[in-house]
């Protein structure tokens, strides 16, 4: 399978190029979002695409956006995307893109969790709270949450980390009415998902969603939502073992290659989580592959490959 990793697309105004999406002005009022193959780990991306990814990623935000309707109203403007290019440019983006409206984006993302992990458990053993969320006593790696938690964060520039804030810190950022209303709605949206997720066997640790205003105002659901690049998925096999010997629990998600970057060594010592990423071997690019073909299949019943609706 061929992999993109950068696309070209000449015809239309390039607005950004993110950690994974390439992002085209269609006209005044709409975005090409498209995904490429490239992946992103500890804020920078590698060298090496994982090929298929990026319609891995497309097709499992369209499932969501529909399995999720009725919550918050999203982006998608049901719009072909191949429709916004020529014919000799529509091979970088069939299967793998999105036409949406175009937002004004909060400065914010919206994090939900139910479990204990990652940036949230090492926060939790320093101050037993995330995020200025009070958690109890003697919580471990990996718990389930009493309830599920909403834990913001503000956006970095490209290759810079997120930084987690606390809610009264994104009200102050955004507002205290819009601030409720992008809590109550990511949770709701968390809840939803992840009761879902379970009926099919994988629990959804937590994950990030991005929200931005239309034209009128109205808080609208934007960019990814709930793929393994901005989601942790647990298989219900192997959560308990792996919870009971306070280990990380296998995953479908990036914690397989997080896991790879942070056992590898260069010259001997550990990579500092910084530009130039190490070379990935061939099994971690189709290990990971595998992950997120797994994942779609499991969640979604589609077959890896096929390419769904595209919006």
């Known amino acids: 399978m061929n992999a993109l990793h950068t696309t070209s697309i000449a015809s239309l105004p390039l607005l950004a190029r993110g950690k994974v999406r390439d992002n085209y002005a269609v006209g005044s009022d ?3 979002m498209v995904a490429s193959d490239r992946i992103s780990a500890f804020d920078v991306i590698m060298n090496a695409p ?24 999203n982006h998608l403007t049901g719009d072909a995307p191949d429709s916004a290019v020529p014919e000799n440019e529509k091979a970088q983006v069939i299967g793998r893109s999105m036409l949406v409206k175009r937002l004004k984006p909060l ?14 458990w090492a926060e939790y053993q320093q101050s037993q709270s995330v995020c200025g969320v009070a958690l109890p006593s003697g919580l471990r790696n990996a718990s389930k949450l009493p309830q599920p938690i909403f834990t913001p964060a503000t956006k970095a520039e490209m290759g810079e980390h997120d930084e987690n804030i606390s809610f009264a810190r994104m009200s102050e950022i955004i507002g205290a009415s819009l601030a409720a209303k ?3 709605a990511a949770i709701a949206l968390y ?19 991005e929200f931005g205003l239309d034209e009128r105002g109205t808080l609208t659901l934007m960019d990814e939502v709930l793929t393994p690049d901005s989601s942790r998925y647990w298989p219900i096999e192997g959560y308990e073992a792996a ?26 010592k550990p990579w500092g989580k910084k530009a130039p990423a190490p070379a990935l071997p061939t099994e971690v690019i189709e290990g990971t592959a595998a992950k997120y073909r797994e994942a779609l299949a499991r969640l979604t019943d589609l077959e890896p490959g096929s390419k769904g609706n595209d919006r």
């Open 30 to 32: 709409r975005i090409l």
């Open 50 to 73: 994982i090929p298929g990814k990026g319609e891995l990623l497309t097709q499992m935000a369209l499932f969501w956006f529909e399995k999720l309707n009725g919550i918050v109203p």
């Open 107 to 120: 400065p914010v993302e919206a994090v939900v969790r139910g479990y204990l992990a990652g940036s949230g």
């Open 182 to 184: 992008v809590r109550d």
């Open 191 to 209: 809840t939803r998902a992840a009761d879902y997720a379970l009926s099919k066997g994988i629990i959804i640790a937590d994950t990030k969603f």
């Open 243 to 268: 919870f009971a010997a306070g280990k990380n629990p296998p995953s479908y998600d990036k914690q397989y290659l997080r896991d790879w970057l942070e056992a590898v060594r260069i010259d001997g």
